[in-house]
Each structure stands twice: as structure tokens, then as C-alpha cells.
């Protein structure tokens, strides 16, 4: 195999394990929004509403403005990218970045709107 073919896959390694990392991250915390401490939203009517749901909680975690749980999960890639790049592995460090790109504008998007 050569080296270009060889660099590309690690390359695409690197995309499915910067895909899997937030979302890893964003489950586990969820549980632990979902068990310890629910998140409070402030309707148009100003009364406070929680979720009463894991799901609930997640999709607060990712559409609210309050909390910024959701990027603290793309801080895993970036951990991710930090230990890759020590070891010398450039191409699946490059390849989890645009994975991380993408989500971020996903929820700046949807933060927005």
C-alpha cells in the first residue's frame, strides 16, 4: 500500500473517531443532567420548566444558550487531537478536526434559530 493510501485511511480514522468522541461525551453527560442535576428553562410566560426526560435534557443541552455542556464535548476532540499529535500521528489528528468543525457550526446554527 502506499503512503498516500495508507495516510488518507488514518485520515478517515481520524473523521469516525472525532465523530464519536462528543457524542460519546454528550451522553454521558446527559446522565448526569438527567440524574444529579436537570436543567431549568425559562418559557415566554416566564415559569421555569424542566425536562422530564433524558432526551429532554439533551436536546436542552444542544439547542439552549444557558448551558454549554454540548461544547464541552467537542473539548474532547480537541483533547483527542493534542494526544494524537504527540504520538506522531498527524493524519488522524487532521482528520478528527473536521469532524469538530462541522458540530460547531451545527450548534452555532441551532443556537441561532
Not at 24 to 41: A, H
Not at 64 to 90: E, P, Q, R
Request: aromatic fraction near 12%.
Amino acid at each position: 500500500m502506499d503512503l498516500i493510501k495508507l495516510e488518507r485511511k488514518k485520515r478517515i480514522q481520524g473523521v469516525v473517531i472525532g465523530l464519536i468522541i462528543p457524542i460519546v461525551l454528550l451522553l454521558i453527560v446527559g446522565i448526569y443532567g438527567f440524574t444529579v442535576s436537570r436543567p431549568i428553562m425559562i418559557d415566554e410566560n416566564n415559569f421555569a420548566i424542566a425536562p422530564h426526560s433524558y432526551l429532554g435534557v439533551l436536546m436542552v443541552y444542544i439547542t439552549s444558550i444557558s448551558y454549554y455542556h454540548a461544547f464541552f464535548c467537542l473539548s474532547g476532540n480537541m483533547a483527542a487531537v493534542w494526544y494524537l499529535t504527540g504520538k506522531k500521528k498527524n493524519s488522524m489528528a487532521n482528520g478528527i478536526i473536521v469532524p469538530t468543525a462541522i458540530y460547531a457550526l451545527i450548534l452555532v446554527a441551532l443556537r441561532l434559530f
